[in-house]
Nanobody, 122 residues
Framework: HVQLVESGGGSVQAGGSLRLACVAF????????IGWFRQAPGREREGVAV????????YYGDSVKGRFTISQDNVKHTLDLQMSSLTPEDTAVYYC???????????????WGQGTQVTVSS
């Protein structure tokens, strides 16, 4: 079982940046894929960005491409999400997740973190 602990959420004005961190106590080479999902009020959970440690590839949701960057540090056991040019539409609870297979599909998520709130004001 993988332990996922998120941090870094908060409030920011539109156009600003935030960095989320997930401490993932897992051997990266035993996990097919790890990433971030989010759930906005009144909406379904959606994939934001995921990364495959073994294949060194990452995938991004269309709404965050060019603005968000996912990165992983196997030594520190951290998974970061750098978010820039934030808009009110990015307001959501962000979850660190483990997936198999590696995709942005909700059906691929096998484990969820507790979530961290991100609020973007206009």
């Amino acid at each position: 079982h993988v332990q996922l602990v998120e941090s870094g959420g908060g409030s920011v004005q539109a156009g600003g940046s935030l960095r989320l961190a997930c401490v993932a106590f897992v051997d990266a080479y035993r996990v097919n894929c790890i990433g971030w999902f989010r759930q906005a009020p009144g909406r379904e959970r959606e994939g934001v960005a995921v990364i495959s440690p073994q294949r060194a590839v990452s995938y991004y949701g269309d709404s965050v491409k060019g603005r968000f960057t996912i990165s992983q540090d196997n030594v520190k056991h951290t998974l970061d999400l750098q978010m820039s040019s934030l808009t009110p539409e990015d307001t959501a609870v962000y979850y660190c997740v483990v997936l198999n297979p590696c995709s942005l599909s909700l059906a691929s998520v096998t484990q969820w973190g507790q979530g961290t709130q991100v609020t973007v004001s206009s």
